[in-house]
């Protein structure tokens, strides 16, 4: 989770956005847990 917060931190979100769509595609089976996670980072935020 926190690494994940970094990674956001780090580059622009235009740049995050794309590579978290990458971690879905290859992550397809956990696809509805990474977007419940990217809204929780995003209202967090």
Request: proline fraction near 0%; include cysteine.
């Amino acid at each position: 989770m926190q690494k994940i917060q970094v990674i956001f931190r780090q580059i622009s979100w235009e740049r995050a956005i794309k590579k978290w769509n990458r971690v879905v595609e290859l992550e397809k089976e956990g696809a509805v847990c990474n977007c419940q996670l990217l809204m929780n980072l995003l209202a967090y935020q």
